[in-house]
Protein backbone atom coordinates (compact mmCIF):
# COMPACT_ATOMS: atom_id res chain seq x y z
CA UNK A 1 0.00 0.00 0.00
CA UNK A 2 1.16 3.84 -0.82
CA UNK A 3 1.42 5.44 2.24
CA UNK A 4 1.88 8.76 1.34
CA UNK A 5 -2.66 8.75 0.40
CA UNK A 6 -2.58 8.98 4.33
CA UNK A 7 -0.17 11.83 4.26
CA UNK A 8 -2.25 14.80 3.43
CA UNK A 9 -1.36 18.38 2.14
CA UNK A 10 -2.69 21.70 2.75
CA UNK A 11 -1.61 25.04 3.00
CA UNK A 12 -2.82 27.73 5.18
CA UNK A 13 -1.02 31.24 4.68
CA UNK A 14 1.43 30.61 2.69
CA UNK A 15 2.82 27.56 5.13
CA UNK A 16 2.11 24.24 3.50
CA UNK A 17 0.69 21.74 6.06
CA UNK A 18 1.24 18.22 5.95
CA UNK A 19 -1.01 16.17 8.10
CA UNK A 20 0.05 11.92 8.67
CA UNK A 21 -2.51 9.70 9.16
CA UNK A 22 -0.53 6.30 9.27
CA UNK A 23 2.11 5.33 12.14
CA UNK A 24 5.70 5.89 10.81
CA UNK A 25 7.47 3.01 10.73
CA UNK A 26 10.40 2.13 8.33
CA UNK A 27 7.81 0.98 5.50
CA UNK A 28 5.85 4.53 5.97
CA UNK A 29 9.10 6.79 6.86
CA UNK A 30 9.93 6.37 2.65
CA UNK A 31 7.23 7.41 1.72
CA UNK A 32 7.18 10.43 4.28
CA UNK A 33 10.72 11.20 2.65
CA UNK A 34 9.49 11.25 -0.43
CA UNK A 35 6.83 13.61 -0.10
CA UNK A 36 8.99 16.06 1.90
CA UNK A 37 11.58 15.64 -0.63
CA UNK A 38 8.72 16.64 -3.27
CA UNK A 39 7.90 19.70 -0.36
CA UNK A 40 11.87 20.96 -1.27
CA UNK A 41 11.69 20.41 -4.84
CA UNK A 42 8.66 22.77 -4.85
CA UNK A 43 10.48 25.39 -3.30
CA UNK A 44 8.53 25.42 -0.11
CA UNK A 45 9.55 27.26 2.63
CA UNK A 46 7.63 26.59 5.62
CA UNK A 47 6.46 23.49 6.70
CA UNK A 48 4.37 22.05 9.36
CA UNK A 49 3.93 18.58 10.07
CA UNK A 50 1.08 17.37 11.82
CA UNK A 51 1.52 14.39 13.88
CA UNK A 52 -1.87 14.46 15.72
CA UNK A 53 -3.18 11.26 13.74
CA UNK A 54 0.19 9.06 14.47
CA UNK A 55 0.98 6.57 17.56
CA UNK A 56 4.40 5.30 16.91
CA UNK A 57 7.29 7.22 14.95
CA UNK A 58 10.69 5.03 14.44
CA UNK A 59 14.39 7.20 13.92
CA UNK A 60 14.05 6.36 10.20
CA UNK A 61 10.78 8.95 10.13
CA UNK A 62 12.76 11.22 12.23
CA UNK A 63 15.67 11.77 10.67
CA UNK A 64 14.09 12.48 7.75
CA UNK A 65 12.16 15.49 9.43
CA UNK A 66 15.27 16.72 11.25
CA UNK A 67 16.86 16.36 7.44
CA UNK A 68 14.46 18.59 5.36
CA UNK A 69 14.36 20.95 8.82
CA UNK A 70 17.58 21.48 8.05
CA UNK A 71 17.31 22.35 4.65
CA UNK A 72 14.79 24.76 4.76
CA UNK A 73 16.46 26.68 7.29
CA UNK A 74 19.38 26.98 4.22
CA UNK A 75 16.87 28.92 2.46
CA UNK A 76 15.41 30.79 5.19
CA UNK A 77 12.52 28.37 5.56
CA UNK A 78 12.07 25.87 8.50
CA UNK A 79 9.88 22.61 9.39
CA UNK A 80 8.24 22.96 12.85
CA UNK A 81 6.13 19.50 14.32
CA UNK A 82 2.91 19.30 16.56
CA UNK A 83 0.54 17.86 18.16
CA UNK A 84 2.57 14.74 19.08
CA UNK A 85 1.44 11.92 21.48
CA UNK A 86 3.43 11.51 24.46
CA UNK A 87 5.43 8.13 23.18
CA UNK A 88 6.51 10.27 19.81
CA UNK A 89 7.88 13.23 22.42
CA UNK A 90 9.23 10.55 24.13
CA UNK A 91 11.06 9.08 20.70
CA UNK A 92 12.53 12.86 19.62
CA UNK A 93 13.27 13.60 23.15
CA UNK A 94 15.50 9.93 23.39
CA UNK A 95 16.95 10.75 20.29
CA UNK A 96 17.72 14.63 20.86
CA UNK A 97 15.59 15.03 17.77
CA UNK A 98 13.46 17.92 20.22
CA UNK A 99 16.59 19.90 20.40
CA UNK A 100 17.04 20.47 16.67
CA UNK A 101 13.25 20.56 15.71
CA UNK A 102 10.81 22.56 16.89
CA UNK A 103 7.75 21.22 18.71
CA UNK A 104 4.42 22.39 19.51
CA UNK A 105 1.23 21.27 20.87
CA UNK A 106 -1.26 22.64 19.04
CA UNK A 107 -1.07 22.97 14.69
CA UNK A 108 -2.57 26.68 15.61
CA UNK A 109 1.03 27.59 18.41
CA UNK A 110 2.76 25.91 14.94
CA UNK A 111 1.30 28.45 12.45
CA UNK A 112 2.13 31.10 14.65
CA UNK A 113 5.12 30.49 14.80
CA UNK A 114 6.13 31.47 11.67
CA UNK B 1 0.42 -18.10 31.62
CA UNK B 2 2.79 -20.91 29.93
CA UNK B 3 6.02 -20.30 28.58
CA UNK B 4 5.63 -19.37 24.87
CA UNK B 5 8.84 -19.80 21.97
CA UNK B 6 7.41 -18.08 18.90
CA UNK B 7 9.58 -18.42 15.87
CA UNK B 8 9.00 -16.06 12.85
CA UNK B 9 10.63 -15.85 9.52
CA UNK B 10 9.86 -12.62 7.51
CA UNK B 11 10.78 -11.81 3.83
CA UNK B 12 13.61 -9.06 3.98
CA UNK B 13 11.03 -5.73 3.57
CA UNK B 14 10.87 -2.88 5.23
CA UNK B 15 6.74 -3.99 4.22
CA UNK B 16 6.86 -7.10 6.29
CA UNK B 17 8.30 -5.14 9.59
CA UNK B 18 4.60 -3.45 10.62
CA UNK B 19 3.26 -6.82 10.97
CA UNK B 20 5.64 -7.96 13.20
CA UNK B 21 5.67 -5.12 15.72
CA UNK B 22 1.59 -5.61 15.65
CA UNK B 23 1.91 -8.95 16.97
CA UNK B 24 4.87 -7.99 19.05
CA UNK B 25 2.91 -5.46 20.45
CA UNK B 26 -0.02 -7.17 21.07
CA UNK B 27 2.20 -10.04 22.90
CA UNK B 28 3.90 -7.55 24.83
CA UNK B 29 0.19 -5.84 25.91
CA UNK B 30 -0.63 -9.64 26.82
CA UNK B 31 2.06 -10.10 29.18
CA UNK B 32 1.08 -7.36 31.20
CA UNK B 33 3.64 -4.80 29.78
CA UNK B 34 2.26 -0.70 30.66
CA UNK B 35 1.11 0.73 27.75
CA UNK B 36 4.51 3.10 27.64
CA UNK B 37 6.61 0.20 27.74
CA UNK B 38 4.76 -1.86 24.98
CA UNK B 39 5.16 1.21 22.63
CA UNK B 40 9.03 1.05 23.54
CA UNK B 41 9.23 -2.35 23.06
CA UNK B 42 7.70 -1.93 19.06
CA UNK B 43 9.95 0.64 18.79
CA UNK B 44 13.00 -1.65 19.91
CA UNK B 45 11.32 -4.22 17.70
CA UNK B 46 11.13 -1.57 14.38
CA UNK B 47 14.69 -0.12 14.58
CA UNK B 48 16.29 -3.92 14.71
CA UNK B 49 14.21 -5.19 11.97
CA UNK B 50 15.31 -2.20 10.02
CA UNK B 51 18.69 -2.71 10.44
CA UNK B 52 18.00 -5.91 9.58
CA UNK B 53 16.62 -5.23 6.29
CA UNK B 54 18.81 -1.94 5.09
CA UNK B 55 22.18 -3.72 6.13
CA UNK B 56 21.86 -7.51 6.90
CA UNK B 57 19.84 -9.67 5.19
CA UNK B 58 19.81 -7.15 1.81
CA UNK B 59 18.00 -9.98 -0.53
CA UNK B 60 14.81 -9.96 -0.01
CA UNK B 61 14.28 -13.65 -0.81
CA UNK B 62 16.99 -15.10 2.15
CA UNK B 63 14.71 -13.31 5.09
CA UNK B 64 14.83 -12.16 9.09
CA UNK B 65 14.44 -14.57 11.70
CA UNK B 66 12.65 -13.87 14.68
CA UNK B 67 12.64 -16.05 17.74
CA UNK B 68 10.19 -14.32 20.36
CA UNK B 69 10.77 -16.24 24.03
CA UNK B 70 7.94 -14.84 27.08
CA UNK B 71 7.55 -15.75 30.76
CA UNK B 72 6.37 -14.54 33.30
CA UNK B 73 9.35 -12.35 34.06
CA UNK B 74 10.57 -11.07 30.93
CA UNK B 75 9.94 -11.04 27.05
CA UNK B 76 13.03 -11.90 24.91
CA UNK B 77 13.24 -11.35 21.36
CA UNK B 78 16.31 -12.36 19.06
CA UNK B 79 16.21 -10.95 15.49
CA UNK B 80 18.71 -12.84 13.28
CA UNK B 81 19.96 -11.50 10.01
CA UNK B 82 21.72 -13.69 7.29
CA UNK B 83 24.06 -10.99 6.41
CA UNK B 84 24.09 -10.43 2.11
CA UNK B 85 25.99 -12.37 -0.81
CA UNK B 86 28.53 -8.78 -0.42
CA UNK B 87 31.13 -10.30 1.88
CA UNK B 88 31.46 -6.23 2.52
CA UNK B 89 27.89 -6.17 4.40
CA UNK B 90 28.32 -9.49 6.37
CA UNK B 91 28.77 -9.22 9.64
CA UNK B 92 27.38 -5.81 9.57
CA UNK B 93 27.09 -5.02 13.30
CA UNK B 94 30.65 -5.87 14.62
CA UNK B 95 31.86 -4.46 17.75
CA UNK B 96 34.00 -2.02 15.87
CA UNK B 97 31.66 -0.77 13.32
CA UNK B 98 28.71 -0.67 16.90
CA UNK B 99 31.75 1.76 18.62
CA UNK B 100 31.94 3.99 15.30
CA UNK B 101 28.16 4.67 15.04
CA UNK B 102 27.79 5.45 18.70
CA UNK B 103 30.80 7.57 18.36
CA UNK B 104 29.34 9.95 15.67
CA UNK B 105 25.94 9.54 16.36
CA UNK B 106 24.52 12.99 17.11
CA UNK B 107 20.88 14.61 17.36
CA UNK B 108 21.05 16.06 14.13
CA UNK B 109 21.94 13.12 11.74
CA UNK B 110 19.46 11.96 9.95
CA UNK B 111 20.22 8.33 10.65
CA UNK B 112 22.25 5.98 13.12
CA UNK B 113 20.04 5.93 15.98
CA UNK B 114 18.61 2.79 16.16
CA UNK B 115 20.87 0.87 18.06
CA UNK B 116 21.55 3.98 20.37
CA UNK B 117 17.61 3.66 20.50
CA UNK B 118 17.45 -0.33 21.39
CA UNK B 119 20.31 0.07 23.75
CA UNK B 120 18.45 2.83 25.47
CA UNK B 121 15.02 0.96 25.64
CA UNK B 122 15.80 -2.75 26.34
CA UNK B 123 17.31 -3.79 29.76
CA UNK B 124 19.53 -6.41 28.03
CA UNK B 125 21.02 -5.58 24.20
CA UNK B 126 23.66 -7.96 22.57
CA UNK B 127 24.76 -8.12 19.17
CA UNK B 128 27.02 -11.33 17.68
CA UNK B 129 27.96 -12.49 14.66
CA UNK B 130 25.66 -16.23 13.72
CA UNK B 131 26.52 -19.16 11.85
CA UNK B 132 24.94 -18.04 8.65
CA UNK B 133 27.15 -15.25 8.28
CA UNK B 134 24.57 -12.46 9.55
CA UNK B 135 24.22 -10.34 12.65
CA UNK B 136 22.46 -11.89 15.65
CA UNK B 137 21.13 -8.53 18.09
CA UNK B 138 19.18 -9.69 21.12
CA UNK B 139 17.08 -7.88 23.73
CA UNK B 140 14.99 -8.60 26.54
CA UNK B 141 12.39 -6.49 28.42
CA UNK B 142 11.86 -7.35 32.03
CA UNK B 143 8.82 -7.18 33.13
CA UNK B 144 8.82 -7.30 36.73
CA UNK B 145 9.71 -3.22 37.37
CA UNK B 146 7.52 -1.08 39.43
CA UNK B 147 6.68 0.87 35.94
CA UNK B 148 5.75 -2.31 34.28
CA UNK B 149 2.89 -3.46 36.78
CA UNK B 150 -0.50 -2.20 35.90
CA UNK B 151 -2.36 0.11 37.72
Known amino acids: MDSTKLMKLREESGIKILEIKTDLSSYAASDLRKVLEGLLAEKAEKVVVNLSQVSHINSTAVGALVGVAKRLRQNGGDLKICELADNLTRTFNLIGASSVVEIYESENSALAAF | ?151
Open chain 2, 1 to 151: MANADIKLKIPSAVFYIDPVRAFIGTLAKNLGFARKRVADIQLVIDEICSNAVHHGSIDATVGIKLQIRSDAHSLEILVSDTGSRDNKEKHWLTPERLSEIEANRSPSNEGGHGIFIAKSLSDTYEIQINAAGGTDVRVVFKLLKPTDIKP
